[in-house]
């Protein structure tokens, strides 16, 4: 009996351990696997974000492009049979007078084209790397007394380690430049303006706060539009965010706002991490 139970605890100890054995070969294949699945992932979470920001920027010149020359190609066939149209006609007839305001429009049609083919080859991914933190404080630098003058407190807010993005320094501070005049013309009396930079896996955030006016829905959907403005003659050109935007979007950039009368102004810029 003893020795049947001494045989039989024996043998399930073998068993056991046979088993441990199998278990603990199975949980380091596991862990392994795991491991090199999780680099997979990683892999592929840079290789598509890496990706998606190239490819939007090369996508967009690409479609401008295209565009471009699309458009370009009839309208240098127009021009020709207009030009030709001309020499049929006296000088100074009427009819001489309108094929001159269709070659007028024309030409303009084409500046556009050209201008547009220009920016496409100097577009956004040629932008050289630029650090937003850095020309940030160089705009702070910059207006720091104008709002001191006029009352507005400034409050700083700039993430740590920020991500650079691919942009034209000039044109950028061009772009807080304006945002800085609205929030301190929205601030007659005073008040405060708080700018911070923040970043995720893919973007680089960028805003604005003031708690100066505000304006309701109507005014807010349209202040981009160029000649927008409601301030009075001499103040306003309402060409200041129709800029920022243009500039913003050939930065592959976003804006966006949020506001409330008596409340105050949000703006949010998003650009592509490189
Ligand atoms: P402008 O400043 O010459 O009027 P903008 O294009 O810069 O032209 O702005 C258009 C309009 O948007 C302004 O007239 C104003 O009504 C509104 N606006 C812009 N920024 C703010 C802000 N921070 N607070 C309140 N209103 C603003
Ligand atoms: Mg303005």
Same mark, same amino acid.
């Given at each position: 009996?003893?020795?049947?139970?001494?045989?039989?605890?024996?043998?399930?100890?073998?068993?056991?351990?046979?088993?441990?054995?199998?278990?603990?070969?199975?949980?380091?294949?596991?862990?392994?696997?795991?491991?090199?699945?999780?680099?997979?992932?990683?892999?592929?979470?840079?290789?598509?974000?890496?990706?998606?920001?190239?490819?939007?920027?090369?996508?967009?010149?690409?479609?401008?492009? *295209?565009?471009?020359?699309?458009?370009?190609?009839? #309208?240098? !066939?127009? $021009? @020709?049979?207009?030009?030709? /149209? =001309?020499?049929? %006609?006296?000088?100074?007839?009427?009819?001489?007078?309108?094929?001159?305001?269709?070659?007028?429009?024309?030409?303009?049609?084409?500046?556009?084209?050209?201008?547009?083919?220009?920016?496409?080859?100097?577009?956004?991914?040629?932008?050289?790397?630029?650090?937003?933190?850095?020309?940030?404080?160089?705009?702070?630098?910059?207006?720091?007394?104008?709002?001191?003058?006029?009352?507005? *407190?400034?409050?700083?807010?700039?993430?740590?380690? #920020?991500? !650079?993005? $691919? @942009?034209?320094?000039?044109? /950028? =501070?061009?772009? %807080?430049?304006?945002?800085?005049?609205?929030?301190?013309?929205?601030?007659?009396?005073?008040?405060?303006?708080?700018?911070?930079?923040?970043?995720?896996?893919?973007?680089?955030?960028?805003?604005?706060?003031?708690?100066?006016?505000?304006?309701?829905?109507?005014?807010?959907?349209?202040?981009?539009?160029?000649?927008?403005?409601?301030?009075?003659?001499?103040?306003?050109?309402?060409?200041?965010?129709?800029?920022?935007?243009?500039?913003?979007?050939?930065?592959?950039?976003?804006?966006?706002?949020?506001?409330?009368?008596?409340?105050?102004?949000?703006?949010?810029?998003?650009?592509?991490?490189?």
């Amino acid at each position: 009996m003893m020795r049947q139970i001494r045989e039989m605890t024996a043998e399930r100890t073998r068993q056991n351990e046979i088993l441990q054995e199998k278990v603990s070969a199975a949980t380091s294949e596991l862990t392994q696997k795991n491991e090199q699945l999780e680099n997979a992932n990683l892999e592929l979470f840079r290789a598509t974000r890496k990706m998606s920001g190239m490819e939007r920027r090369a996508a967009a010149g690409q479609t401008a492009a *295209e565009f471009a020359h699309e458009v370009g190609t009839p #309208l240098n !066939l127009i $021009s @020709g049979h207009v030009q030709l /149209l =001309q020499t049929n %006609f006296p000088k100074e007839s009427k009819d001489a007078t309108r094929l001159q305001t269709i070659i007028a429009q024309i030409e303009r049609i084409e500046q556009i084209v050209r201008e547009m083919l220009d920016r496409t080859r100097f577009g956004a991914s040629e932008h050289p790397p630029l650090n937003l933190n850095e020309l940030l404080q160089k705009t702070f630098d910059a207006v720091e007394p104008t709002l001191v003058e006029n009352r507005v *407190e400034l409050k700083i807010d700039l993430a740590e380690n #920020l991500p !650079l993005v $691919s @942009g034209d320094a000039d044109r /950028l =501070q061009q772009v %807080f430049l304006n945002l800085v005049n609205n929030a301190l013309d929205a601030m007659p009396a005073g008040g405060k303006l708080e700018i911070s930079t923040a970043f995720n896996a893919n973007e680089v955030a960028v805003e604005f706060i003031d708690n100066g006016a505000g304006m309701d829905t109507d005014t807010s959907g349209k202040i981009f539009q160029p000649l927008f403005t409601t301030k009075e003659r001499g103040r306003g050109t309402g060409l200041g965010l129709f800029v920022v935007n243009r500039i913003l979007h050939e930065h592959a950039a976003k804006i966006t706002v949020e506001s409330e009368p008596e409340k105050g102004t949000k703006f949010k810029l998003l650009f592509q991490r490189i």
